[in-house]
């Protein structure tokens, strides 16, 4: 399939620019408009920052009053308000193991959160926690109860603690049966550990609401494998969404170069470290074989060094021909990518956004006609883009 890609199409139009009129109803009573309207491909958007001065943060949950929780890396959870955009840190989250890479990492709400009883109101995130000068990948919840938080249940770790503190992987996304995937990360100094099946580290696993082994996972029956062990062969995962066809997808770094775009199903194996789009980051040279029988090639490999964080499908028919695609967003690039799937292929890349905000660390749909991206630098923010209408 021939791709087609908008290398740089988006362009500001200046305040001079006339009629424009905002889509969607959202609150906008605080946030900051810093670019009244880009011109893409398809599309012209504005640019708001609802929120700033977080600390590298790292996700954002919509609560069902409006109001956001922002995971900050340094172990805060911050409760945000959407009309004045001031930001109040929530008590009782554990200490996290805040090196390198580590720290508070994703936050999602359980599906059912804000139903008719409280029974399901509950806030998941991922950690990294210490264990003496290690770290291990870690699950937990918590009840929400009003403005404040209860108390923490921790329900998953992965088996093996180690450092340094790098590669947790950490996203999480919710399948249409009610289970959870989670990422792992390689942890970063032994890659071969994404191919030991009696190892966390280098998978996605499939859990249940309260951390178990769902009875129909891939391996349960395969004493060699870990039981909660979806899939194999993940680098370092750091976007990930379920589609509304009910389809897990993900990004995953490689190394320099080679990231990947995969399509999640149950016991497949991406091939890391014996196969890579990427090379060394010492020597330049290739990592392991383009592919090999019995490993599962990338949908998609970015170009250069995207370093891909933060994935979301474009819900909202607001955004007119972007819905159903992908919003991808990268680190060290600082670039919002829109990929438009076609038969389970990338039929369409379109550069969104580069440099406008920064490191774009999560990508999410809001419920209010709205796409959000969290920044992450020591002074980060919450931003959303909305689509305007040009007369």
Do not use: C
């Not at 289970?179 to 390689?186: A, F, P, Q, V, Y």
């Amino acid at each position: 399939m021939r791709i087609t890609k908008a290398y740089r199409s988006a362009r500001w139009l200046g305040p001079a620019a006339t009629g424009l009129l905002l889509i969607g109803a959202v609150n906008s009573v605080h946030a900051e408009v810093i670019h009244e309207a880009i011109e893409s491909e398809h599309l012209t958007f504005s640019i708001e920052r609802v929120a700033d001065g977080l600390e590298n943060p790292w996700a954002v949950a919509f609560l069902p009053d409006g109001r956001y929780l922002v995971s900050e890396r340094n172990g805060q959870l911050n409760l945000i308000d959407p009309d004045s955009g001031e930001s109040s840190v929530l008590e009782g989250m554990p200490e996290v193991n805040h090196h390198g890479q580590g720290g508070l990492l994703d936050v999602v709400l359980h599906p059912d959160f804000g139903a008719n009883d409280s029974d399901n109101d509950w806030v998941y995130f991922t950690w990294s926690k210490p264990d003496s000068s290690n770290s291990r990948t870690a699950l937990s919840r918590v009840k929400w109860e009003g403005d404040e938080l209860g108390e923490v249940e921790h329900i998953f770790e992965q088996e093996r603690a180690s450092g340094p503190g790098r590669h947790y992987g950490s996203r999480l996304a919710w399948l249409p049966d009610g289970t959870l995937l989670m990422s792992i990360g390689d942890r970063g100094s032994e890659p071969p550990r994404a191919q030991a099946s009696d190892d966390h580290a280098g998978s996605t696993l499939r859990l249940t609401a309260t951390g178990g082994v769902p009875d129909d996972n891939p391996f349960v029956d395969d004493a060699d494998t870990l039981d909660e062990i979806y899939t194999l062969g993940n680098r370092n995962i750091q976007g990930m969404t379920v589609l509304s066809n009910g389809e897990a997808w993900a990004t995953e770094h490689g190394p320099r170069t080679g990231d990947e775009l995969n399509h999640i199903e149950p016991s497949n194996n991406y091939g890391w470290p014996d196969v890579s789009q990427g090379n060394d980051y010492a020597t330049n040279e290739p990592i392991g074989e383009d592919s090999l029988p019995g490993m599962v090639d990338p949908v998609y490999v970015f170009e250069g060094r995207f370093a891909p964080a933060g994935l979301a499908e474009v819900t909202s028919d607001a955004f007119g021909a972007w819905q159903g695609s992908l919003l991808a967003g990268g680190l060290g690039s600082e670039k919002l990518l829109l990929l438009r799937l076609e038969d389970g292929k990338v039929a369409e890349e379109e550069l969104i956004l580069e440099g406008e905000v920064g490191r774009i660390r999560d990508v999410r749909q809001g419920p209010d006609d709205a796409i959000y991206l969290v920044t992450d630098d020591a002074q980060g923010g919450l931003y959303r883009l909305r689509p305007v209408s040009v007369n």
